[in-house]
């Protein structure tokens, strides 16, 4: 039983990495419907900007992750004014290999910077603490709270602000929004903001427990792919089910059949419920 509950906090962990990756993915898919394979280098790059900062100049944890969180963003606005918009009419597969083209570069630039080595990141957070009879570390349960806080807070951003509704009538009807006076570009912008700061985000907070290197947002995008698909492509209350979903399935994989196989049972997920249900678990109706 303490085994089961360990493994049920572990999993909550990661798929609380996991829904914050695929949240960012699943926003910038919803307005453009391109799927952002270079969503993963900035996923490695945000660990890296909070690693340096903290390294180099010795700057406090969170504000690192503030910092970090900026850069990002800002690079996914840069991502989007230099190659997806000018790529905007053409066909759709440009999209796809414009966003592997920038995953390669960027990964590439990460090599030039800080070379190929495996590195750890430090936390303020590392002590073990019991709770409730289990043994976890801070970081671990900062993970699970910062992630509910900050879906929480993109959700409210979303409902309740205009600029929020803009982004979800975009993500509905872009030919729609941008007849009623929506300034199309400015939300898409926007998005590959937020998306940059989500990833940002995910990886700070995670990479305290795993390790940052150049690849290290392969596997992590793989996994946020199949979380999208899962939950329906462009849904975001399926990004967050699905990453949790995946994060329990994971965790509790990697115990009771084998630590080997913890990586496929994502896809062996995915073929099970697109078998079920093939346009993923929250498929929006009429596209």
Do not use: C
Not at 120 to 137: A, D, K, Q, R, S
Not at 176 to 190: D, E, F, Q, R, S
């Amino acid at each position: 039983m303490d085994i089961l509950a360990q493994q049920l906090f572990n999993g909550l962990t990661i798929g609380s990495v996991y829904s914050l990756v695929a949240l960012g993915l699943t926003l910038v898919y919803g307005i453009l419907h391109i799927p952002n394979f270079a969503h993963g280098a900035l996923y490695m790059l945000g660990a890296y900007v909070t690693l340096t900062l903290m390294l180099l100049w010795g700057v406090h944890y969170w504000i690192a992750i503030l910092i970090s969180i900026l850069v990002v963003g800002l690079l996914g606005v840069l991502m989007e004014r230099l190659v997806f918009h000018p790529l905007r009419n053409a066909p759709p597969i440009h999209d796809k290999i414009a966003a592997i083209g920038i995953l390669l570069f960027l990964e590439a630039l990460a090599h030039l910077i800080w070379g190929a080595d495996y590195r750890t990141m430090g936390t303020p957070y590392g002590e073990v603490i019991n709770l409730f009879g289990l043994t976890v570390t801070t970081q671990r349960l900062l993970i699970n709270v910062s992630a509910v806080v900050v879906m929480i807070l993109l959700y409210l951003f979303l409902k309740k602000t205009f600029v929020g509704s803009t982004i979800i009538a975009m993500s509905q009807n872009r030919e729609g929004a941008h007849l009623v006076g929506i300034n199309t570009n400015k939300v898409t912008m926007l998005t590959f903001m937020i998306s940059g700061g989500l990833a940002a985000i995910a990886a700070s907070l995670s990479a305290p427990i795993n390790l940052v290197f150049p690849g290290m947002g392969h596997l992590v995008i793989l996994k946020a792919f199949v979380i999208i698909i899962l939950g329906g492509m462009g849904s975001i209350p399926g990004a967050i089910l699905g990453g949790y979903i995946l994060g329990f399935s994971e965790s509790l994989g990697a115990t009771y059949i084998s630590n080997d196989y913890k990586d496929l049972i994502a896809f062996v997920l995915l073929v099970i419920i697109l078998s079920i249900k093939p346009r993923g678990l929250f498929a929006k109706g009429g596209h």
